[in-house]
């Protein structure tokens, strides 16, 4: 039984080895001569304008909240419509309900004018 891990335990000490071998080797191989402007803390073209604490507008978080909500509704579409014929009728009505909630949602957050960025 403990045999069928071992591949796994393998792959995964490989995995780690390359990657402290790659981290080890950009450190000791990497030049050390930053440039002044590599140093500075923006690198936009103009020096900052205002305090690097200040409050952002509550629609950015709603935008990136509302973008979350529905990536994952693909992140369970995609399995659903793999194994939608072994699951039938019983597994589409379920996603029928599943996305008409999402689309009320997503209405009602069109209609509030949640999603126009000004």
Do not use: Q
């Amino acid at each position: 039984m403990l045999s069928n891990y071992l591949p796994v335990l393998i792959f995964i000490a490989l995995s780690f080895a390359m990657g402290v071998f790659m981290v080890a080797a950009g450190y000791f191989l990497g030049t050390r001569h930053p440039d002044p402007e590599k140093l500075s803390p923006y690198e936009c073209g103009f020096e900052s304008f205002e305090d690097a604490r200040m409050k952002f507008d509550v629609r950015y978080y709603l935008v990136a909240i509302l973008f979350i909500l529905f990536d994952l509704e693909i992140a369970f579409l995609v399995p659903w419509a793999i194994v939608l014929d072994k699951i039938g009728l019983f597994g589409f009505a379920a996603m029928t309900v599943f996305l008409g909630i999402l689309v009320v949602g997503f209405i009602y957050e069109w209609k509030k004018g949640a999603l126009e960025w000004e």
